[in-house]
């Protein structure tokens, strides 16, 4: 007698509801009730918007203090809808009454999913300064006193 083994491996089907935003269900009444209500309509207009996933590790020297884990979005506030937007979202995800007025027009929204922080980081002008501030700041101005440093010993040693 022979003993033989065999691998089966089992695919099982699970079915899921996705709402407009993105939420997932695994009751399709659920998915519908949802999808009627205010919270769905926001979070989809919300999740439309046009934004860029940032570096967390990257922006700690120039605009803040983040955790390495941070997941960070921005999204450039280019006019009054997509600041009504942003501020129906601020409210409905508990983030307190609107934070944006029409003064952040032009400016750059940085938000954070974990820790549902919000910084407005200033207009993207504003943005390259801090971060051309930071380079010189940190590179170029190191770098230029130590070999300034260099040269002067150099010139000693002659």
């Known amino acids: 007698m022979r003993k033989k083994i065999d691998t089966i491996t089992v695919t099982k089907e699970i079915i899921t509801y996705e709402a407009l935003d993105g939420t997932i269900f695994d009751n399709e009444d659920e998915c519908r009730k949802y999808e009627k209500t205010a919270q769905c309509a926001i979070n989809g207009a919300f999740e439309q918007l046009p934004r860029e996933d940032v570096d967390a590790e990257a922006l700690n020297d120039t605009v803040g ?18 600041l009504e937007v942003i501020n129906r979202w601020l409210v409905h995800n508990g983030w307190g009454s609107s934070k944006l007025s029409a003064k952040d027009i032009g400016t750059i929204l940085l938000y954070d999913t974990y820790d549902t922080d919000v910084w407005i980081i200033g207009t993207p002008e504003e943005y390259k300064k801090k971060f ?15 070999v300034e440093a260099r040269q002067d010993a150099k010139k000693e040693d002659k």
Do not use: G, Q
């Open 132 to 146: 051309c501030d930071f380079i010189d700041n940190n590179l170029v101005k190191p770098l230029t006193e130590k």
């Open 65 to 82: 203090d983040f955790s390495d884990d941070d997941t960070l979005h921005s999204i450039y506030i280019e006019d009054a809808n997509t």
